[in-house]
């Protein structure tokens, strides 16, 4: 299987399952949670990454002679790997920061109401860390798989 080949594969696995966690709720539970947006930004990468892995698998496919932009290209992908994950970790930090800020100030366990507002709370946070971190781990995985599938195939190609 040539390597645009195994990139496609990949791209239409991800598509099935991203229309499939659209169709159960899935993706409108992250979007609704995440205040911070970054589940959103991190999508935004992952799209760009892939649309840069597509093109190198192609040039990589059809055997063009490999050029330095070419290996620019490569770079550039697995910077947007790494920073996906970047950003998944650092909405684990604004999660705990949501958490965390003010909600236990004068904390009574008197009133219901207060509590419910701190339960609330609580509930943000970790779903804006839970779910920034799943998205930045899953979209950086699913980006570094197609880039490791274009290196093989440039390793596997003659060299002249």
Same mark, same amino acid.
């Given at each position: 299987?040539?390597?645009?080949?195994?990139?496609?594969? @990949?791209?239409?696995?991800?598509?099935?399952?991203?229309?499939?966690?659209?169709?159960?709720?899935?993706?409108?539970?992250?979007?609704?949670?995440?205040?911070?947006?970054?589940?959103?930004?991190? @999508?935004?990468?992952?799209?760009?990454?892939?649309?840069?892995?597509?093109?190198?698998?192609?040039?990589?496919?059809?055997?063009?002679?490999?050029?330095?932009?070419?290996?620019?290209?490569?770079?550039?992908?697995?910077?947007?790997?790494?920073?996906?994950?970047?950003?998944?970790?650092?909405?684990?930090?604004?999660?705990?920061?949501?958490?965390?800020?003010?909600?236990?100030?004068?904390?009574?366990?008197?009133?219901?109401?207060?509590?419910?507002?701190?339960?609330?709370?609580?509930?943000?946070?970790?779903?804006?860390?839970?779910?920034?971190?799943?998205?930045?781990?899953?979209?950086?995985?699913?980006?570094?798989?197609?880039?490791?599938?274009?290196?093989?195939?440039?390793?596997?190609?003659?060299?002249?």
């Amino acid at each position: 299987m040539t390597v645009f080949k195994r990139w496609f594969l @990949m791209v239409v696995l991800v598509t099935v399952a991203g229309v499939a966690l659209f169709h159960f709720g899935v993706v409108q539970d992250i979007y609704e949670t995440d205040i911070s947006r970054l589940s959103s930004v991190i @999508m935004v990468l992952y799209v760009i990454g892939t649309a840069l892995a597509g093109f190198n698998s192609h040039r990589v496919g059809t055997h063009h002679k490999l050029t330095h932009n070419t290996e620019h290209r490569l770079y550039i992908g697995w910077f947007i790997s790494e920073a996906m994950m970047v950003l998944g970790l650092a909405g684990t930090v604004i999660g705990f920061i949501v958490l965390f800020n003010g909600n236990f100030e004068g904390v009574t366990f008197d009133d219901p109401d207060k509590i419910k507002e701190i339960i609330v709370a609580i509930a943000s946070g970790m779903g804006v860390a839970l779910y920034t971190t799943l998205v930045g781990i899953f979209a950086s995985l699913l980006l570094k798989m197609q880039l490791v599938s274009i290196e093989v195939a440039i390793d596997e190609q003659p060299q002249i």
